[in-house]
C-alpha cells in the first residue's frame, strides 16, 4: 500500500523497529510493553473485535481506492465444478454436467474484462471468491482478456489457497464472511450466480435481499443455468405462497451463455424506485 502523505510526527513503521532493538530486559518481555498495534495477541482478544471488523473492512478498501478501480462485475459460483477437460474428475454426474458453465464463466469473465481495460481497468473489474471452480474461471477469463481481476478469499477450516490467475496485488483474504460481501457488494455493477452450493446460495440470497428491500439500488442480476435453479428453487411457490411478491420474481433473469450475459447487462434498464417495500 501507499503512503504519499507527509506527516511531522515520527511515523509507527519506526517505533516497530526502535522496539525491537530495545534491551532484553524482564520489563521488555512482558506482554504489556508491547505496542499495542504491534502486539498480535491483543489484536486478537475478543474485545477488539470492532477493530478486527473496521481493519478487514479499510484494507481491501484502500488498495482497491489506490489502484482507482469504481466498479466491478461479481461472478458467484461453485468451487467444485470443474473445468470441461477434466470433468471426469468430478464427484457426480450432475457435476460434470455443469462443467460447461466453467466455460462460459471464463468466456463472460474474458467478454467483461475486455470492456475494463478500455476505462484503464477502472470499470467492470471481475471480482471473485478467488477459489477454484467458477472462480478460477472467473478470474482466468480476465488474464485470457489481458486484464485484471480480484480475489476475494477467506480462511477456511481445510487448507486452501487462492487460484493462480487472480491479480496478486488484488487478492485479498479475509477472517469475517460478512466482511468479505459487503467487498463483493460495495462496488457491483452486475452481479451474475453461477450453478453452486451453500455458499453460493447465501451470497445470492444475501444481494437478493439487499435489492429487494432497497438497501442496495438495483443491478443486472443473473442466474446462469434456468434449469439448474429452477430445479433447486421453487420460485413460483415462493410468489404463490405469498412469502415473496411476484415483481421480485423481476429482481433477476436467466441466461445460458457469456453472450446472452453481456448483451443483457449492456441493454439493462434501470427499474423504476418500488413503491411497496416487503413487509411494509
Request: proline share 6%; aromatic share 10%; glycine share 8%.
Amino acid at each position: 500500500m501507499k503512503e504519499d502523505r507527509h506527516s511531522p510526527f515520527r511515523d509507527a513503521h519506526t517505533d516497530i523497529e526502535t522496539a525491537e532493538g530495545i534491551p532484553n530486559t524482564p520489563q521488555t518481555r512482558a506482554p504489556a510493553y508491547k505496542l499495542a498495534f504491534a502486539d498480535a495477541d491483543f489484536l486478537c482478544r475478543d474485545e477488539l473485535r470492532p477493530v478486527r471488523l473496521q481493519l478487514e473492512l479499510l484494507k481491501p478498501q484502500m488498495i482497491l481506492d489506490e489502484r482507482g478501480i469504481e466498479s466491478t462485475v461479481v461472478l458467484f459460483g461453485g468451487a467444485r465444478i470443474p473445468e470441461p477437460a477434466h470433468k471426469d474428475r468430478a464427484r457426480t454426474k450432475t457435476l460434470a454436467d455443469l462443467s460447461k458453465f466453467y466455460d462460459e464463466a471464463r468466456e463472460f469473465a474474458r467478454l467483461m474484462t475486455l470492456k475494463s481495460v478500455q476505462s484503464y481497468g477502472r470499470e467492470d473489474v471481475i471480482v471473485t471468491g478467488g477459489g477454484p471452480g467458477v472462480m478460477e474461471a472467473g478470474n482466468r477469463g480476465a488474464i485470457d482478456a489481458g486484464g485484471a481481476s480480484i480475489g476475494l478469499n477467506i480462511v477456511l477450516p481445510h487448507e486452501q489457497a487462492p487460484n493462480e490467475y487472480v491479480t496478486p496485488d488484488l487478492c485479498f483474504n479475509f477472517h469475517y464472511f460478512a466482511i468479505r460481501k459487503m467487498h463483493f457488494l460495495m462496488r457491483a455493477k452486475a452481479i451474475c450466480i453461477f450453478p453452486g452450493g451453500f455458499g453460493t446460495l447465501d451470497e445470492m440470497f444475501e444481494s437478493l435481499t439487499l435489492i429487494q428491500t432497497g438497501r442496495m439500488e438495483r443491478v443486472p442480476f443473473l442466474l446462469f443455468g434456468r434449469a439448474f435453479w429452477e430445479k433447486i428453487i421453487n420460485w413460483e411457490a415462493l410468489a404463490d405462497a405469498g412469502t415473496i411478491s411476484a415483481e421480485d420474481l423481476d429482481l433477476f433473469r436467466f441466461v445460458e451463455t457469456a453472450t446472452e450475459a453481456v448483451d443483457l447487462i449492456e441493454n439493462w434498464e434501470p427499474a423504476p424506485a418500488r413503491d411497496n417495500l416487503p413487509g411494509r
